[in-house]
């Protein structure tokens, strides 16, 4: 596969980088992700729990949080080394950092979504909320199957994802190679934090339309009318309902989440992964 080409525990460094990333962003950051999510449920912040119980939800989002990074930044990292090796691009080309983060962010949803799922229907305390979220992901298998169930809008997901990722990673890269010459300051994991919020500040503002398109699909009931809709219906829907403003429900929760998300995730990405190289370079 990609990795034949790899420098020596590149692998292992991405993974274990990825996961301490993951974990810290879900950890910290998770009341805010609680209140967006309530913004953008189809009952509306209030009936979906207001400020009540804002860390419902924390225990699946902590458990998948770990595997999810790390299997993303694994195939980020990777994918970029592959890329260029089979065509021969600069290792700093937009295009490889998008390609390489598009199908990193597929890979990444096999755990995601389920995760998602989970913590979702915790997050919006109408929902069954005696059940944990091992309860949930059970329920969904056995009441509407491994597609419609456990992976229900893994489609807009990854209609999600995929753009989110076309931005932020490209953007990311962009900064972190003009932070030297622009400030004349060396790169450290403070200022990979800087560059990362500010690309994930863009990136979510800008895609936050499809991330409600994908709470609505996610919470919605078993038998509710949003499960027989197609994605361009359920946009039609929520403009039917609320108009333009609907679909930038949670706007200020998401922007801030993910500004400071992508400051803990790349920073902390960073920091563990600079600790795994001189761990490395010591114990030679």
Not at 6 to 34: E, Q
């Amino acid at each position: 596969m990609f990795f034949y080409n790899t420098p020596k525990n590149h692998f292992f460094n991405a993974l274990v980088a990825g996961a301490v990333a993951g974990m810290v962003v879900d950890i910290v950051l998770f009341p805010i992700d609680t209140m967006k999510t309530r913004l953008q449920s189809e009952l509306g912040f209030w009936r979906a729990g207001g400020f009540r119980g804002i860390y419902k939800g924390l225990a699946p989002a902590a458990a998948g949080s770990a595997p999810s990074a790390a299997l993303f930044f694994c195939a980020y990292e990777n994918l970029k080394i592959f890329l260029v090796g089979i065509t021969q691009s600069s290792k700093n080309s937009p295009y490889i950092h998008m390609v390489s983060a598009s199908g990193a962010e597929v890979l990444a949803c096999v755990v995601r979504v389920p995760v998602e799922i989970a913590k979702q229907r915790r997050q919006a305390l109408n929902y069954k909320q005696q059940q944990s979220g091992l309860q949930i992901l059970w329920t969904a298998y056995k009441n509407e199957g491994l597609r419609q169930g456990l992976y229900r809008g893994f489609g807009s997901t990854i209609m999600r994802e995929i753009p989110f990722s076309l931005i932020q990673f490209p953007l990311w890269e962009y900064f972190k190679l003009q932070w030297s010459p622009t400030t004349g300051l060396e790169l450290t994991p403070f200022s990979v934090a800087l560059c990362g919020a500010i690309a994930g500040g863009i990136s979510s503002g800008l895609t936050t339309p499809l991330d409600v398109i994908k709470t609505r699909v996610m919470l919605a009931e078993q038998n509710s009318l949003i499960i027989k809709l197609t994605i361009p219906q359920v946009l039609s829907s929520i403009l039917r309902e609320k108009g333009f403003k609907g679909l930038f429900a949670g706007f200020l929760p998401r922007v801030l989440w993910i500004t400071l998300g992508g400051a803990f995730f790349f920073g902390f990405y960073d920091f563990t992964s600079r600790l795994l190289v001189s761990k490395e370079a010591y114990n030679k």
